[in-house]
């Protein structure tokens, strides 16, 4: 059998013979319309335009000819469905208790369509589609849920915060990011906060920063039901918040306002923020080394747009410029907030706690003991009662441990091989002159207890006393902890009787004597 495609056209693709069409009719309608002006406008004849246009007579006419407004159509009221017809009735009733059922809990057309193939249905899956489209037809009543009422605040009075994903390069490496999106109601104006994931801590810091951006927080914020935000959804608009959200809400004065479940409208003015920023903000895709470049780049833009941008109410004035009228009314800052979520855990007889699957070393003389954890946005502290025993820069690998040397110090007095092969350690990057000291003292042997010694005095002398002592040591060729850690012990002569003077020629001659 013939194919009924042009031949050269058979293996041209479909879109570009839609495409093709299209450019035909709209040629068309344009000889139509010069048509029409030759011989209606400029009365010219038949015969003349024909001359002039290149066309035949018979498309002359056809183009003159009005076409009727009231052509008869055929519009078919039954649709025949010799196959499927026996079963309408058990689709009906189907479709019926499917509308009772909760959306994600509804049988979909090709789970129907199986179920009637189960009952010996013959007939095609598009007959099956038709049929539960004409269901629903029936069934949909006028609505108007695409209509919404605009909205006006008051300044001060509400801003809206939501979260979104981009795509920038931070340290050469193409990664996903979440940004904190807060706008003020009134004057639009507006910050964006990158952070690396959404967790409690991050949305606490992002309005700590953002009401020191803003020189205050309004009267009232407007969130989605983000679990980070609300523990618990009840009847209406009551909510069972965070608590440490509660507690942001409370240092800041101002009320949260949780919308109903999948009405993201009810914060439609961030929710269009996400969508011009990412093209005026985040494209190109932005690349900076750290996080803390990224957001002085985010804050810095930010203003940038608040003066270049039109305020949509207040058309003769910019956003920046409303935002200065604004300012006055937002909640005067009343000092940072410590945006941290708590963690409640042991430090391990290796001295260390997890958090997000990484490890932090603290303190060795609090080991086996229970211990909270402030996990803040960029660091990690640690508390055993009300001492901070570690703090740590946060991380965001997986599996890995990060020590402090410094927290198994006093372990090496116990310990002192561990000085050689302890993973805390390897990398210990310690002042020019005491490393040079623990060097030398190596090549010794059975010296490295004076090395322990002089890191055991840092916490009651400092590293600053204890490094310029080792350099002293060092000029002197001096390698006896004792006699280096008298020097600290020794007062300055400026604070000194000349009477105590003598000690100068005693210490001296010890130091001889190492020489």
């Given at each position: 059998?013939?194919?009924?495609?042009?031949?050269?056209?058979?293996?041209t693709p479909?879109?570009?013979?839609?495409?093709?069409?299209?450019?035909?009719?709209?040629?068309?309608?344009?000889?139509?319309?010069?048509?029409r002006h030759l011989y209606y406008r400029k009365n010219k004849s038949k015969a003349a335009i024909v001359k002039e246009l290149s066309i035949s007579k018979n498309t002359l006419n056809k183009l003159l000819t009005e076409e009727r407004q009231n052509k008869r159509q055929y519009n078919r009221t039954v649709q025949p469905s010799p196959k499927l017809?026996?079963?309408?009735?058990?689709?009906?009733?189907?479709?019926?208790e499917n509308e009772k059922l909760h959306r994600k809990q509804q049988l979909n057309g090709k789970q129907l369509y199986d179920a009637l193939v189960k009952k010996n249905y013959t007939g095609s899956y598009k007959a099956v589609a038709n049929y539960i489209a004409q269901f629903k037809a029936k069934r949909n009543k006028p609505s108007i849920k695409d209509a919404f009422i605009p909205q006006s605040f008051m300044p001060g009075e509400k801003f809206q915060f939501d979260w979104s994903e981009e795509t920038v390069i931070l340290a050469g490496e193409s990664r996903k990011i979440k940004v904190a999106q807060i706008r003020l109601c009134y004057s639009r104006f507006s910050l964006v906060i990158a952070y690396p994931n959404e967790q409690l801590e991050m949305l606490l810091d992002a309005h700590d920063v953002a009401f020191r951006y803003f020189g205050g927080a309004c009267q009232e914020g407007v969130y989605d039901n983000m679990k980070t935000v609300v523990d618990k959804i009840f009847k209406g608009k009551a909510r069972k918040y965070n608590e440490r959200f509660l507690a942001l809400c409370g240092h800041y004065v101002?009320?949260?306002i949780a919308c109903t479940p999948r009405s993201g409208w009810e914060k439609g003015q961030v929710e269009r923020q996400?969508?011009?920023?990412?093209?005026?903000?985040?494209?190109?895709?932005?690349?900076?080394?750290?996080f803390a470049q990224l957001n002085q780049y985010l804050q810095a833009r930010c203003i940038e747009l608040a003066k270049e941008m039109q305020h949509p109410e207040q058309s003769q004035?910019?956003?920046?410029?409303?935002?200065?009228?604004?300012?006055s009314h937002l909640q005067l800052f009343p000092g940072v907030f410590n945006a941290f979520s708590l963690i409640s855990t042991e430090l391990s007889k290796t001295c260390l706690?997890?958090?997000?699957?990484?490890r932090y070393s603290g303190d060795c003389r609090y080991a086996n003991k229970a211990v909270y954890v402030h996990r803040f946005a960029w660091t990690i502290k640690i508390y055993c009662d009300d001492t901070c025993i570690g703090e740590h820069r946060r991380r965001f690998t997986r599996k890995k441990v990060y020590y402090e040397p410094w927290h198994y110090v006093p372990l090496l007095e116990r310990k002192p091989g561990a000085l050689r092969n302890g993973a805390p350690f390897k990398d210990w990057k310690l002042p020019k002159p005491i490393e040079t000291l623990r060097q030398l003292l190596a090549t010794k042997d059975n010296r490295e207890m004076d090395f322990i010694r002089l890191m055991l005095a840092v916490e009651e002398y400092?590293?600053?006393?204890?490094?310029?002592a080792c350099q002293y040591a060092l000029d002197n060729h001096i390698l006896r902890a004792d006699i280096i850690l008298s020097t600290l012990k020794t007062e300055q002569p400026e604070d000194r009787n000349t009477e105590s003077c003598d000690a100068y020629d005693v210490l001296y001659q010890r130091f001889i004597k190492e020489v």
């Open positions: 059998m013939k194919s009924k495609i042009d031949p050269l056209m058979r293996h479909v879109h570009k013979i839609i495409n093709y069409r299209r450019q035909i009719e709209v040629k068309t309608m344009d000889l139509k319309n010069k048509v017809g026996a079963y309408h009735a058990w689709l009906d009733e189907m479709l019926t101002f009320q949260p996400v969508a011009i920023f990412r093209s005026k903000i985040f494209t190109p895709t932005l690349s900076f080394d750290d004035k910019s956003i920046w410029e409303v935002y200065q009228e604004e300012k706690v997890n958090v997000d699957t990484n400092g590293l600053e006393a204890i490094t310029n």
